[in-house]
């Protein structure tokens, strides 16, 4: 199991992703002092993108419709006191770079300010690696090993774009 403090220097312990700019929610509710804008006008917002929301970068969009604890063949199975678990994701490329899905550019990050790795046995079908170009969608799970106490789960996806560096994202998981 890879279990890496988080250091947040300079970042509130809301802000984990500590970007300058902001994910953008589709669909997101306004704030309530703002006038509402259309649906199809993304809102600006510094909250993490929720199950169901959809996160936009410059480059891609992703969500996250489902997180579960995966069922393992026994010889996959983690150790004592830990728990395969899989966020099943979506994402699109939607600008003029190609975009790498892949699951090792995932991170899971706790209440207890540790981060996990993403791991190759877990839940099926797996994110397949690939090169996204605009249009083009993937799905898949991207698996963790975690403690089973974890809770306060956030993933964070920052795949790293020829050209244009690292555009990350973080979800609020339900756990």
Not at 132 to 146: A, D, H, M, P, Y
């Amino acid at each position: 199991m890879n279990v890496v403090p988080l250091l947040l220097a300079g970042c509130s312990l809301a802000a984990v992703n500590c970007r300058p700019d902001p994910p953008v929610l589709e669909n997101a509710p306004p704030a309530a002092s703002t006038p509402a804008k259309a649906l199809a006008e993304p809102v600006q917002a510094s909250a993490l993108v929720g199950m169901g929301q959809r996160g936009l970068t410059q480059h891609y969009a992703m969500s996250f419709s489902e997180t579960k604890e995966c069922v393992l063949e026994p010889h996959f199975r983690p150790g004592a006191g830990l728990i395969k678990f899989g966020v099943f994701v979506n994402i699109e490329a939607t600008g003029p770079v190609q975009v790498p899905a892949n699951p090792f550019y995932a991170a899971l990050l706790d209440a207890g300010h540790y981060s996990y790795e993403a791991t190759l046995a877990g839940c099926q079908p797996a994110l397949r690696a690939s090169q996204l170009v605009r249009g083009q969608k993937v799905s898949g799970w991207i698996s963790f090993e975690i403690p089973k106490a974890a809770r306060g789960l956030r993933l964070s996806y920052a795949p790293l774009l020829l050209g244009a560096g690292k555009d990350e994202l973080t979800f609020a998981l339900d756990r």
